[in-house]
């Protein structure tokens, strides 16, 4: 069965640092790998997926995601954090042999003036 | 266009009742998902719907919790005999059906068991 992890609970940044949000995975097969974003009361919005064979992904709002095999990681990336990324973040997998998508735990993005 | 539509937004209901919710997915996608999130936690999966069947239903907690899609568009929700640790935002999504189709989210349905 596929897993998903995400060991930070939370994130602080300072706006227009770099940004990092980690995940890491366990699947059958080949890896399928989103990232969501959810506002405060918001239901959750599509950021980015992994497309086979792109070790760097890039998706909405500036953001982007660092695949690396040996590693089963899908770290979400931003090169310069706005105040207005602070938000809920979650990674999602579904593996080869399951429709299904799991989500992890969730980790929330500060950003600081 | 139009995004994934659920209603109602909020629900309170006693403890014992039934309750339905219900899922209006973006037309022509042919997968459906419902999820459960507690506050502060992520997504937890139920049950997903290829067409009209269920492909898994694997997540469904019990046997009070059931769900349709009778003709492979708009899905319901069931809870039987509600208890107050149901309370939670029920989270429908819809996708195009590959693998790597990002599911596209409704607002949820809060529900809240008195």
């Known amino acids: 069965a596929q897993s998903v992890a995400q060991p930070e609970d939370q994130v602080n940044v300072a706006e227009g640092n770099p940004l990092t949000v980690k995940c890491t995975y366990s699947?059958?097969?080949?890896?399928?790998l989103f990232w969501y974003v959810q506002y405060p009361n918001r239901g959750l919005q599509f950021l980015l997926k992994?497309?086979?064979?792109?070790?760097l992904v890039k998706g909405s709002y500036g953001f982007e995601a660092e695949f690396n095999k040996s590693q089963t990681s899908f770290h979400l990336k931003k090169p310069s954090a706005l105040v207005s990324d602070s938000a809920l973040y979650f990674c999602?997998?579904?593996?080869?042999?399951?429709?299904?998508?799991?989500f992890g735990t969730g980790t929330r993005l500060q950003v600081f003036p | 266009g139009a995004g994934v539509s659920q209603t109602p937004s909020n629900k309170v209901t006693e403890k014992g009742k039934y309750v339905e919710l219900r899922c209006d997915p973006i037309?022509?996608?042919?997968?459906l998902y419902w999820y459960r999130q507690s506050l502060g936690q992520g997504p937890e999966f139920l049950i997903y719907?290829?067409?009209?069947?269920?492909?898994?239903d694997s997540g469904l907690p019990n046997d009070r919790f059931f769900a349709v899609r009778p003709e492979g568009s708009v899905s319901t929700l069931k809870i039987q005999r509600t208890e107050r640790g149901d309370s939670a935002v029920y989270l429908c999504?819809?996708?195009?059906?590959?693998?790597?189709?990002?599911?596209?989210f409704g607002n949820g349905t809060r529900l809240t068991v008195t």
């Open positions: 719907f290829q067409g009209t069947g269920a492909a898994d």
């Open positions: 037309s022509g996608h042919t997968a």
């Open positions: 999602a997998v579904r593996d080869g042999n399951t429709d299904k998508l799991i």
């Open positions: 999504a819809s996708s195009l059906g590959a693998k790597n189709s990002p599911l596209h």
């Open positions: 699947v059958s097969g080949n890896p399928y």
């Open positions: 992994y497309i086979t064979g792109d070790n």
